[in-house]
Each structure stands twice: as structure tokens, then as C-alpha cells.
T-cell receptor, first 114, second 109 residues
């Protein structure tokens, strides 16, 4: 049973560029959440997708957008990259319709903005 | 506010016990998670507390007091592999997890 998978593992971008990160949830899960984790900090909630719609959003600017596909996989897009966007981006999936059940995290994508 | 406070670092000896405290603001509180995160890896689920009391799971136990806005994670019979960051996270009736900054535990031989 495959767990949560994310791609790519690492990514280096230049300021002003755009990036797309991908996530496939754990088998049987229908809810995907995205988190940003800066070095030495806890993960910060970006948004959650359920039934292909953004259900809740954290305190992140509109440069951060996402999408969920019919197979429950998800993408995180970040436009106009800033140096401060350098972080580990974690995807988490869950199966409870309320979205508050245990969330399973993927290995993350390490984004470096230069 | 969402302040979730936990100590930054703790050090203990192999075989010992360590208790990691977490305090949070009680408004809207729904439940509390503990995650373990090794350096460069994803957080992995340890425990979930909704009701007051102690939940024991092998060498790890988690306690919650809803009225006091307080939880702790107890790690017994410490092993070298327990060296990691331990994250306290709260849900407040929405869908997101609000995390503390994490406590780095170092286990020494």
C-alpha cells in the first residue's frame, strides 16, 4: 500500500519564477492538505482540498494556489517566487470527510529559491 | 490566537524518560496530535488526544488536559533512534493542523 508520494524531491528556482509541486495521497484517502515548513519551524498550513475544491486556507498570499484532480492527487503552484518561499513543502492526506482525522505526510519537496 | 508553545530542545540519556510539554490556547480547541519528525524526513503520527487523560502506546504516552490547555508526550526507555523533533499540533474545528515549532530531543549514550 503506497503512502503519500511527492515530486520532485528537490527543486532550485530563481526569484520571480513559478513552481508546481505534486502530491499523490495515500490509497483510500480523498483529502489533501499542503504545509510549508521553514528550517527549524513547525509546518504552516497553506490550504486543504476536498472534492476538488479548496476547503480551507491558511494565511498565505494568492501567489499560492492549488488544484485537486478527480483521482484525488493534488498540485501546489507558487507564482512570483520570493527568497522567503525557500522551505520544505509537505503534502498530507486523510480519509475522514471532516478532515480532522490523522493526516499522513509525504516526504516533502525541498524548494530553494535563489 | 493560535500560540502553541513547546520547549525548543531537550537532552536525555539512553534508557531514561523524557517529558515534552505543550501548551495552547483553549478557544475552539478540538483535538491534539503529536508527530515525530527525523531530520530531513516527513512527520509521522504518534498520538491523537481528544478527551482528558493519558493515552499509552508502547514506550510513548500522551496526556491531555482540555481545561488547562496542556498536553505532554512521555517517551520512556529512550533509544538512540528517538533523537528527533517532536511536534505538537492542534485542531480547532476546522480542517487544518496548527503546529508548534517543535522540540528537538537528543538522546545520548
Amino acid at each position: 500500500d503506497a503512502g503519500v508520494t511527492q515530486s520532485p524531491t528537490h527543486l532550485i528556482k530563481t526569484r520571480g519564477q513559478q513552481v508546481t509541486l505534486r502530491c499523490s495521497p495515500k490509497s483510500g484517502h480523498d483529502t489533501v492538505s499542503w504545509y510549508q515548513q521553514a528550517l527549524g519551524q513547525g509546518p504552516q498550513f497553506i490550504f486543504q482540498y476536498y472534492e476538488e475544491e479548496e476547503r480551507q486556507r491558511g494565511n498565505f498570499p494568492d501567489r499560492f494556489s492549488g488544484h485537486q484532480f478527480p483521482n484525488y492527487s493534488s498540485e501546489l503552484n507558487v507564482n512570483a517566487l520570493l527568497l522567503g518561499d525557500s522551505a520544505l513543502y509537505l503534502c498530507a492526506s486523510s480519509s475522514d470527510g471532516t478532515g480532522t482525522s490523522e493526516q499522513y505526510f509525504g516526504p516533502g519537496t525541498r524548494l530553494t529559491v535563489t | 490566537g493560535q500560540n502553541i508553545d513547546q520547549p525548543t530542545e531537550m537532552t536525555a540519556t539512553e534508557g531514561a524518560i523524557v517529558q515534552i510539554n505543550c501548551t495552547y490556547q483553549t478557544s475552539g480547541f478540538n483535538g491534539l496530535f503529536w508527530y515525530q519528525q527525523h531530520a530531513g524526513e516527513a512527520p509521522t503520527f504518534l498520538s491523537y488526544n481528544v478527551l482528558d487523560g493519558l493515552e499509552e502506546k508502547g514506550r510513548f504516552s500522551s496526556f491531555l488536559s482540555r481545561s488547562k490547555g496542556y498536553s505532554y508526550l512521555l517517551l520512556k526507555e529512550l533509544q538512540m533512534k528517538d533523537s528527533a523533533s517532536y511536534l505538537c499540533a492542534v485542531t480547532r474545528g476546522g480542517y487544518k493542523l496548527s503546529f508548534g515549532a517543535g522540540t528537538t530531543v537528543t538522546v545520548r549514550a
